[in-house]
């Protein structure tokens, strides 16, 4: 039940944008996405639920398409700060617990 | 308000041996997650547990086990501990489920087997 993410690794300069794909074969609830910064702990970025809405903030965005059972993290004009593993996670409908993805490392250089 | 706090944030242990991990989640939620993460596995789903009781258990052998007690407080035990082991371990707080809201991840618990 494990989300695939791809791709598996990205390097951007400073203002690049990237996108992060996420596909499960599950009919699919919600979508989270989290970011983990080395030797922390992953943090929440989003929630996305069933209706095919995207959300944001800042220059984060992200969309879901439940029919496909995919979604996408639109990064965009990358900061530095912004380099990290994103993770998607899902939450397969009924069930009560989440299923990540296997990462995909951002690295946003100068 | 107080995050998720893990103890302790480090252990190594021999290989046979077994461990408890504890996890006190943020105050007012219920549901606490178990996950173990390793660099070639990513996160993987252990147990979660809901006002005491375990709703779901992920694809881990009968030697992880996990309790949670009357406030919320969570602990996971893993007993005849193998080099395999070493990675990890996380803990996610939430209200009742994720199905409105993230997760808040504690800092977890690297534990090394030797």
């Known amino acids: 039940q494990q989300p695939v993410q791809s791709p598996q690794a990205v390097i951007l300069r400073e203002g690049e944008d990237a996108v992060i794909n996420c596909s499960s074969s599950k009919a699919l609830y919600s979508v989270h996405w989290y970011r983990q910064k080395h030797g922390e702990a992953p943090v929440f970025l989003m929630i996305?639920?069933?209706?095919?809405e995207q959300k944001g903030h800042d220059k984060i965005s992200a969309s879901f398409n439940e029919k496909k059972q995919q979604s996408s993290l639109y990064l965009t004009a990358s900061q530095l700060s912004y380099s990290g593993t994103y993770f998607c996670a899902s939450l397969p409908t009924g069930a009560n617990n989440l299923f990540f993805g296997t990462g995909t490392r951002l690295t946003v250089i100068p | 308000k107080a995050g998720v706090t893990q103890t302790p944030r480090y252990l190594i242990k021999t290989r046979g041996q077994q461990v408890t991990l504890s996890c006190s989640p943020i105050?007012?939620?219920?549901?606490v997650s178990w996950y173990q993460q390793t660099p070639g596995q990513g996160l993987q789903f252990l147990f979660e547990y809901f006002s005491e009781t375990q709703r779901n258990k992920g694809n881990f052998p009968g030697r992880f086990s996990g309790r949670q007690f009357s406030n919320s407080r969570s602990e996971m035990n893993v007993s005849t501990l193998e080099l395999g082991d070493s990675a990890l371990y996380l803990c996610?707080?939430?209200?009742?489920?994720?199905?409105?809201?993230?997760?808040?991840f504690g800092s977890g618990t690297r534990l090394t087997v030797v």
């Open positions: 996610a707080s939430s209200l009742a489920n994720p199905r409105a809201g993230g997760y808040t």
């Open positions: 996305l639920l069933k209706g095919g």
């Open positions: 105050s007012g939620h219920r549901s």
